[in-house]
């Protein structure tokens, strides 16, 4: 820990801004517990970013706790609660979210850095996991202790430190921590390394994680040199997030393989224990496909789309064909239709949507399908993904990324135009003071 305080006194100056995710874990509490101890010699300004991700009953009094614990200690506190998740790998979609949040406060705060408290245990449990996934080379060496991200740097303090002695370190200074429970877990692929794996690793060498931190280092100069050798040839390659596929079968299959790995090292950052061997080797079959058109679907729905000579990387919420329209009296829809809302009708098929305003949250909006969408249907128990009730009216594809979906402004549901109703319809006969016509 003493090399992690000396660390944070060489990168910080006066008048910085760092904003840093706690959890009230006993390795966030003590990252936190750092930096007042780095501002005792430094102004530094310190926000602390805290999400509570909504699947623990004791999440709300840890929230609670921190809040009074900034206040005393003269710190920034901003917080966000998860309401609901989609149908995505949980822990991929909490971690999106979460640095979506943090994100937007380095943005808000005009932050220089943002810190978060990983560190040597985290990164052996990182560096293990994919070695046993599959990774690209940069992904197999972990994760850095420093990331320049153009406007602010990302930083992990914590890397030269292990799990005990941060423990040890708040026990020592009476920083006062939370235990998460789910942490305990093993149905958890990251907690049966960290129970099973490195305890045995320790054993044969208590400072083995310094061995990773090492392994890292060099997996990381390796792959900069490897890039400085290719970069010329990627940045012909691969053009305004579209692969020349024609180029890339030029070359040799060690730079083809490089390119992939450069290509997903783009799209997702310091995110890569998101993939592994097998998206790889999905990027490898569509582009030696036969097929002039085809796509498919990686991680935080990341479309790959091959189009004839062009690999098009598509990211979510930069699809051309993606709209979010309020809704008042009259819209015309990108896909050539229409909706309007109606004083009266006579027609109750799935063309007609019957609201009562207060069973919605106004303003009504359109707007095109997202990942996980579900709706509750009319007539039904329980809920239907969007996706699939596409897929049994046998829409098009390229149908299905431009179909309305009309939602009220908590962004639930009420109406698949077209198509299906949802619960909160009414019939003719039910009291409504809402009528919108598709057409």
């Given at each position: 820990?003493?090399?992690?305080l ?12 760092v ?20 501002r ?17 009953k ?12 900034c ?6 506190f ?19 979210i979460?640095y979506?949040?943090f ?18 245990d985290?990164?052996?449990?990182t ?32 890397i ?25 877990k ?16 320790k ?28 970069k ?5 390659i ?12 030029e ?7 490089k390119?992939i790995y ?31 058109n ?9 479309k790959?789309?091959k189009?004839?000579n ?16 309020e ?20 027609s ?14 106004l ?18 128990i ?45 019939t ?11 057409y």
């Amino acid at each position: 820990m003493k090399q992690a305080l000396e660390y944070l006194k060489k990168l910080l100056k006066k008048d910085d801004i760092v904003v840093v995710g706690v959890s009230t874990g006993p390795d966030s509490m003590a990252l936190l517990y750092l930096l007042m101890e780095v501002r005792k010699k430094l102004d530094i300004k310190i926000v602390c970013a805290h999400v509570n991700h909504n699947v623990r009953k004791e999440s709300k009094d840890e929230a609670i706790f921190l809040s009074e614990y900034c206040k005393k200690n003269n710190i920034v506190f901003e917080a966000m609660k998860i309401e609901k998740y989609g149908d995505d790998n949980f822990h991929n979609e909490a971690r999106t979210i979460r640095y979506d949040f943090f994100d937007g406060l380095v943005k808000k705060y005009n932050a220089d850095y943002l810190m978060t408290a990983h560190h040597g245990d985290d990164l052996m449990e990182t560096v293990l996991m994919r070695i046993v996934r599959g990774s690209t080379l940069r992904g197999y060496g972990g994760f850095n202790s420093l990331i320049d991200r153009g406007s602010y740097k990302l930083v992990r303090p914590l890397i030269y430190a292990t799990k005990s002695e941060i423990e040890q370190f708040d026990i020592k200074h009476k920083i006062p921590y939370f235990i998460d429970s789910s942490n305990l877990k093993d149905k958890y692929t990251r907690n049966r390394f960290r129970h099973t794996v490195l305890p045995f690793l320790k054993e044969e060498d208590k400072n083995v994680h310094e061995k990773f931190l090492k392994f890292s280092k060099m997996i990381y100069e390796y792959d900069d040199y490897i890039n400085n050798e290719v970069k010329d040839k990627f940045l012909d390659i691969y053009k305004d997030n579209k692969l020349d596929i024609t180029k890339y079968l030029e070359l040799p299959s060690l730079l083809q393989n490089k390119i992939i790995y450069n290509l997903l090292e783009s799209i997702y950052y310091d995110d890569l224990i998101l993939v592994n061997d097998r998206h790889v080797e999905l990027i490898k079959k569509i582009i030696a496909s036969n097929k002039k058109n085809s796509y498919i679907y990686l991680p935080n729905n990341i479309k790959i789309s091959k189009s004839y000579n062009l690999l098009e990387v598509i990211r979510e919420g930069e699809n051309e064909d993606s709209y979010n329209i309020e809704l008042s009296n009259y819209v015309e829809l990108p896909n050539g239709k229409h909706l309007e809302v109606l004083k009266e009708c006579d027609s109750n098929g799935n063309d007609i949507c019957r609201l009562d305003s207060s069973d919605i949250v106004l303003p009504l909006h359109v707007r095109t399908r997202k990942l996980g969408d579900k709706m509750s249907l009319k007539g039904t128990i329980g809920h239907k993904k969007i996706k699939d009730i596409l897929i049994d009216a046998k829409i098009p594809m390229k149908d299905r990324e431009k179909w309305p979906v009309v939602v009220d402004s908590s962004d639930k549901i009420v109406w698949l135009p077209g198509l299906k109703k949802s619960a909160i319809n009414k019939t003719k006969q039910e009291k409504c003071d809402i009528i919108i016509k598709y057409y």
